[in-house]
């Protein structure tokens, strides 16, 4: 195939977009619709993008999985034909310097969960994990995965694949996970274990392993005895250490355990900045990233009036709160102040609690942006930096209208001190109750003394960072220098 030829007649190919082990990825334009594609042609003739064609059809619908329009076989040449996507973060990466920002990579290594969680669900591993497999959308807002020549299934049915050793290595030596450089069978934790190494790898620049050049023969071996032998610490130097958790988690997984996403993906919102802003991609330009943010604002509003929440639709309004404290809300701003405030309408429980953070000016735009347009639903903010602490006093003598911080009752704490790693504040029965927040109810009863001490000392004594999940946002970080005198444990909280 050439540029410039007539593909069944129909198909002007216009562009080589890439090339790979098994086919010629080309761009092209369709004479009969007038749109653009990307054409992929199995060169090796060996049926394989008939193959990836299938399992294509079988995850379409999926978001960031390219739209499949037509596969079949030309001559003795197999070709899948899909929706035309924008450059690979390879070839991002290397025109951009070979790093990305670190916020860009944790909005890329969310999204990339997010497309991993989802081929998981279909009961595939993709397992080719690395940045030349995720494309970006044709206006670089979204991130796309692509290539499923080497994914197969993991489960079927309800059964998992039985674990089998000897297996062929495949795919990529640079982001194959330990264990399949050791040829063990391939199954979830591999993709998230190679997904660390991309994430590495744009943090970094490059990859310890990839210093220098082997021949292919002994590319395996080689790089296996670089990646085996480094400690995880030294691998992630330089990185968040949050990073060298998620490799740490992916390395730990067993081999038919599902994955907890939603640890990894608050792992990751853990790392980025202060100012770090959903769906932030270095490329993107701030203009359009309030207008996405505006979309996304607009969907969750229609959702929560979906399910019948009453909505304020005055201008500049934070739902039932008061004009003074709306005042206060502003002045919040204004001081740079971090505080998770309650307001009277506390019947909601959570819901009605307006957050009010400073970060910086980005930040601080959104946070005006959001008091023009929402309702103050918790699930609604973004770029708010929330913290959520245990608290044994509410307010202070002087000022006991104040409640500066939220305490979560009894059943919260008892999880949290379980080892439950998720706490669910977004169903009202763990909500923490209008009595307990109510600052002149003084000490919140359920609190008592050794409840808090067993409690610190867990916190102290392990690693547990609980998750709490809000409208299935998960909010958490455990900040160790932040556990004072009163406090039993602070939860430093992203809600995005
Ligand atoms: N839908 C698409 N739109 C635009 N470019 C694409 C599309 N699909 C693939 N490409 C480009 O072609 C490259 C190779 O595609 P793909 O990974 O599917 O082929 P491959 O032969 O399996 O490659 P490899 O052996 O390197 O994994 C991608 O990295 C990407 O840059």
Request: charged share 30%; proline share 4%.
């Amino acid at each position: 195939m050439q540029v410039n030829e007539i593909f069944l007649d129909r198909y002007h190919i216009t562009a080589l977009l890439g090339s790979g082990g098994f086919g010629n990825v080309y761009k092209a334009y369709d004479l009969k619709s007038n749109q653009e594609f990307a054409i992929k042609i199995d060169v090796k003739k060996r049926n394989q993008t008939l193959v990836e064609s299938k399992i294509l059809l079988d995850l379409q619908g999926g978001e960031g999985i390219p739209k499949l329009h037509t596969a079949g076989k030309y001559a003795d040449l197999s070709y899948m034909i899909t929706e035309l996507l924008g450059p690979n973060l390879n070839t991002l990466r290397e025109d951009r310097g070979k790093k990305f920002q670190l916020n860009s990579v944790v909005t890329i290594g969310c999204q990339a969960l997010d497309r991993l969680e989802y081929i998981h669900s279909k009961g595939y591993c993709h397992k080719d994990v690395k940045p030349s497999q995720f494309l970006l959308s044709l206006d670089k807002k979204k991130i796309y995965v692509c290539d499923f020549g080497l994914s197969c299934k993991y489960i079927y049915g309800n059964s998992h694949i039985p674990f089998r050793g000897h297996c062929s290595r495949v795919g990529s030596p640079s982001f194959a996970s330990l264990n399949l450089h050791l040829g063990f069978q391939c199954s979830r934790r591999d993709d998230l274990e190679s997904l660390s190494y991309m994430l590495i790898l744009m943090l970094k620049g490059s990859l310890p392993w990839n210093q220098n050049k082997f021949e292919y023969a002994e590319k395996w071996q080689s790089i296996y005895g670089v990646k085996a032998r480094m400690s995880i610490s030294s691998l992630c130097s330089g990185c968040p250490a949050e990073i060298e958790k998620f490799l740490s988690y992916t390395r730990e997984l067993k081999f038919e355990e599902k994955p907890d996403y939603r640890y990894l993906k608050s792992l990751l919102i853990s790392a980025a900045t202060v100012d770090y802003a959903p769906e932030y991609l270095e490329w993107i330009n701030l203009d359009e990233l309030i207008e996405i943010k505006k979309k996304s604002k607009k969907h969750h509003r229609n959702k929560s009036f979906a399910h019948g929440e009453k909505e304020s639709e005055e201008n500049g309004s934070f739902g039932s709160i008061s004009s003074s404290q709306k005042r206060s809300r502003r002045k919040n701003i204004k001081n740079k102040t971090l505080i998770l405030k309650h307001n009277e309408g506390l019947k909601e429980g959570i819901r009605k609690v307006s957050t009010v953070s400073r970060l910086d000016k980005t930040a601080e735009n959104s946070s005006n942006e959001k008091n023009k347009n929402s309702s103050g639903e918790l699930g609604l903010i973004v770029l708010h930096k929330v913290k959520i602490s245990m608290h044994r006093k509410m307010g202070s003598e002087e000022n006991p209208n104040e409640c500066p911080q939220i305490t979560p009752s009894e059943p919260i704490i008892r999880r949290m001190m379980s080892g439950l790693h998720e706490i669910d504040m977004s169903t009202t029965t763990q909500i923490p109750q209008v009595d307990e927040l109510t600052p002149k109810s003084g000490l919140p009863q359920l609190l008592d003394r050794k409840i808090l001490k067993d409690a610190k000392e867990k916190f102290q004594e392990t690693e547990i960072a609980p998750k709490i999940i809000y409208n299935n946002y998960p909010i958490t970080r455990k900040d160790e220098n932040d556990v004072s005198r009163n406090n039993v444990s602070c939860e430093k909280c992203i809600i995005y």
